[in-house]
């Protein structure tokens, strides 16, 4: 633990009991998942009553808060005091395909549909607004409850019509209308009337595109309502959400030759209160705020944070664990949370001398780092989260397992994606009888087996890993992806 106690967030207290709330998409025991269907992003809106998930085969899907009531005063929801005292419950409203495959022909390069990341807009008029984005393609939708519209009156005289459906004079001779020798008395055109049936209408508005040289791995809006960033590999670039063909480079870390080329860009955002500074995190394990005021191109930071090795504990690993695959604002914005593959760390923005908190994720991990290396773990991008009232944090493991935070102590909640969260002992799975395909997905490189045991016998599998969650900004509700399974959980 580094920093003094002051910088930190104020000390929670007992740890939360938990307690299953909710699972959609949940799978039989034994059913095969498909590939399109496993989450790859989840986000709750800004007041927490919707949830987005995006999955790798281009799907969005929308669920929203059916337990609280829409008049509820600002003093009550004062008085929860991010409590929630009763069962929250969420419910399927809509989903709709965001992204399809494509081919870049000029780059003989195939684009995946997998959504990256969701971030929710502005709500207006009743409408859900929300930017969704693949490798290369960021799109802004609008989602809204629209009226059926029916047809009321026809030219056909009513009581005029035959059991058949035909009005008199009319027939079908050879399939063909036949009209009145003398015709119609009067000509009215249909009337269309809005009937009180609605149907949820996701309508693409604009489509951001030929901006990214590199996988998009970020996008974060501004709190100005108005303008977001997305980011690559080695480009932040700043976007107008009413205009689609024209972005900023702000960020540019490609050097001149590529072979100077020491670190990348891993994740970026906004801070939610200044419109004018965002934080973006490197591969080599720093992070970095920059002002916008200061310059069109913001090569230079005012602040940054890392935090240096010990003397004498370099290895061939330190930097592939001390990337940052995550940061996360506090919602006040005084504190950053990091992820790398070992720890989750606390930043203070005030303070660059070293995180004020550290918690270590899966330190049994350590000596087995060769094998996950060779099983291409080690690569594995976990996100993070934070309460909103900013005394807890969370992030994900592997077996699926998640593992809960309070502020000033490294000790966890261990939690795992099933009906029984608090299953902490996870039993080591009898081995049946694969065929080559399963095999070849749990057996590494060379061989090496996708499963590791902790210092207490419990057995962890690398197949199953949690890498997404989000925070309820305003109440303890944690929603989880498992493969193709969205949990969640409540205290």
Avoid at 382 to 387: L, N
Wanted: aromatic share 10%; charged share 25%; net charge negative.
């Amino acid at each position: 633990m580094m920093g003094s106690e002051s910088d930190a967030p104020p000390p929670s207290s007992t740890p939360l009991d938990w307690k299953f709330s909710q699972v959609f998409g949940e799978r039989a025991a034994g059913e095969e998942v498909q590939e399109v269907d496993i989450i790859s992003a989840i986000e709750f809106n800004k007041s927490g009553s919707h949830l987005a998930t995006g999955d790798r085969g281009g799907r969005v899907v929308l669920f929203e808060r059916t337990d609280v009531k829409d008049n509820s005063t600002r003093k009550d929801l004062e008085n929860s005091d991010y409590t929630v005292s009763h069962h929250p419950e969420f419910r399927y409203k809509t989903e709709f395909q965001s992204h399809e495959p494509e081919f870049d022909y000029l780059k003989s390069l195939e684009i995946e549909e997998k959504i990256n990341k969701i971030k929710w807009c502005q709500t207006a008029n009743g409408a859900l607004f929300l930017l969704s984005t693949n490798d290369k393609t960021i799109k802004f939708w609008k989602v809204q409850e629209k009226k059926i519209k029916k047809i009321s009156e026809t030219n056909v005289d009513t009581p005029n019509v035959k059991s058949n459906g035909l009005g008199s004079g009319w027939s079908l001779p050879n399939g063909d209308f036949s009209f009145p020798a003398d015709g119609f008395g009067s000509l009215r055109l249909p009337v269309v009337v809005s009937s009180q049936e609605t149907n949820l209408v996701a309508n693409c508005r604009r489509v951001y595109t030929h901006a990214h040289d590199y996988h998009i791995n970020s996008i974060s809006n501004n709190s100005d309502g108005e303008t977001f960033i997305s980011a690559d590999d080695l480009r932040i670039n700043l976007w107008n959400l009413e205009i689609n063909n024209q972005s900023f480079n702000i960020v540019d870390v490609k050097p001149p030759n590529m072979e100077d080329l020491i670190e990348v860009i891993t994740s970026a955002e906004f801070h939610p209160i200044h419109c004018n500074t965002l934080a973006y995190s490197s591969s080599k394990g720093s992070i970095r705020l920059v002002d916008l005021r200061q310059s069109a191109l913001c090569d230079n930071h005012f602040q940054l944070f890392e935090e240096h090795e010990a003397p004498g504990s370099r290895s061939f690993f330190t930097e592939i664990i001390a990337s940052i695959s995550d940061i996360k604002f506090s919602k006040d914005g005084r504190h950053i949370l990091s992820r790398d593959y070992m720890t989750l760390k606390l930043w203070d923005i005030n303070m660059n001398s070293g995180p004020v908190a550290t918690f270590p994720v899966h330190e049994y991990l350590r000596p087995k780092l060769c094998d996950l290396y060779e099983n291409d773990s080690i690569f594995d991008k976990f996100e993070c989260c934070q309460s909103g009232d900013g005394s807890r944090v969370a992030t994900g493991s592997y077996s699926n397992l998640f593992r809960v935070f309070e502020s000033g102590s490294k000790e966890a909640t261990t939690l795992e994606a099933s009906r029984n969260p608090m299953r902490r002992q996870v039993p080591t799975p009898a081995k049946p009888v694969r065929s080559l395909p399963s095999i070849t997905r749990v057996v590494g490189r060379r061989g090496t087996e996708a499963q590791v045991t902790d210092a207490n016998g419990n057995s962890y599998d690398f197949t199953t890993k949690l890498l997404h969650l989000a925070w309820h900004p305003t109440e303890n509700l944690i929603a989880c992806a498992a493969a193709n399974s969205l949990y969640m959980y409540y205290a």
